[in-house]
């Protein structure tokens, strides 16, 4: 049903990364091709960025959710450039490129030529102490081992169990890939988060050889813009809001609706009230009426859902079955950040930072030397280290009150690297239900579940970390894919 010679109504729900892309991308391709809509993008928080939230303090730049991204998915780089921030990009400092991980309490570098916890430098792999000789010869039998016939879906832990063994699984994939999803490797699927491992082994017939081929193909390939080149990740010199304060303005001629939480999704049952000719003809046109918890009704042609999968349930399930988006699990974590005077800290970085395996039982998942790595984001007299908390199966840290989180994170990070210096100030983030975690299938669940809305709820669009990557680069392209869907 459209109303003639009238704008299409475009509700967005959720404010982050993926609802402000689609509205980004919706507003320049209908401006393209002529079309008349009216966007409105409707958000429960005060603000815009969803996950994303830089804090400017005392001359540091605190990122309280991401903090970089990956500079070869180039979809977040476009948007970029597009938004003429291509000047604002920086990347880590070159002299911070060792990454550690914490093994019986000691820090081991992570050895070179690892891709993903994947070794594709066999002489480096051979002398970590990070293993026993028997886990370095498993992970090495990956080269002869046979392909598994079956190509459907896996666990990741089970796939890298299964081609490199379990100790290059717990202690360095597993703490590496933790970053990403927070997640209990063998509860998430391979197909969804690590296509390239799969398709490795089917290739190459060994995950190492796939990987080794895969690094020197895109090196040959040498096809990233010259701001991607310079390493692997990026980040903007005034934090990540810098993308989210750029949509926000580019979005001229969108609506705004934040600090209030859509309650109700109604589909249109065509209803009028012959007391009210003009709104009822409005009402009769629309598709859905978004109800607002301000007491506000939205009428939409088209909804574009962004929110997690748990509220984007809430509101999808009293119109249609939608089981597929119960079934993805979120974890919780929190970061705590810290700044350090440099005279009295008593410690000099040569990396990045370290990630912690389970099995060490500390309370930090990984610690970033967030001064050392990035060095746009502390004064020069100063530290700044991030903590990180909380990993699927081991969320209790998170809701510990500030005082015992503090205390906490302050033990492990005196038992791992020595430092007792007082910090200047501290920085907590809880982050609850925040990392989503794809269980195995989750490829073929959501195909099923867009099949079904397409026929039963016409016009709604899903899309975001939920569904097809978490990754900031993944949400922008989903949401781009969304905006040039409803275009069609
Ligand atoms: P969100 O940012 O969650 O936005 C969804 C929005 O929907 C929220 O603002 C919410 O308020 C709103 N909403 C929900 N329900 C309703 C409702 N009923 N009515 C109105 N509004 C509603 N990715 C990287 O690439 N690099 C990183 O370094 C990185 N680090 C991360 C660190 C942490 C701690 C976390 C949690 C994630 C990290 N990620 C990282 C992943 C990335 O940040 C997220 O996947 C991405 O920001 C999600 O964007 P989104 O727009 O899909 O969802």
Redesign the pocket.
Known sequence: MRRIGKPDRIVI???????LSSAFYLQREAERQGKDIEITI????PAF????NTLQRDGFVIEK??????ARKLAIIDLATELGLENELTTTNPGAKKTYILHERKLFPMPPGLVLGIPTEIGPFVKTGLLSWGGKLRALMDLVIPVRKDESDESLGGFLERRVGNQVMRRIAEPLLAGIYAGDLKKLSLQATFPQFGASERKHGSLIRGMQHNRKATAAANSLPAVAKGGTFLTFKGGLSTLVNALDQALSKAHRRLGT??LEIKRHTGSSDASHDELSSELQAARYEVVLDSGESLLADRIVM???AY?AA??LEPLTDCHELRGINYVS?A?VVMAFDKATFGLDFDGSGFVVPRSEGLHITACTWTSNKWLHTSPDDRVLLRCYVGRSGDEESVRLPDAELIKAVRRDIEETMGIKANPLFTEITR?PR??PQYPVGHLTNMKALRDRLEKELPGIWIT??AFDG????D?IRQGKEAAQAILQ
């Open positions: 729900i959720g404010g982050g990364i993926s609802g409707v958000d429960g928080a960025g969803g996950k994303i959710g991401p903090d970089s991204f990956l939480k859509v962004t929110a997690p509220d809430d509101l974590v970061n982050l925040s990392m975001g970390a978490v990754g900031l680069p949400c």
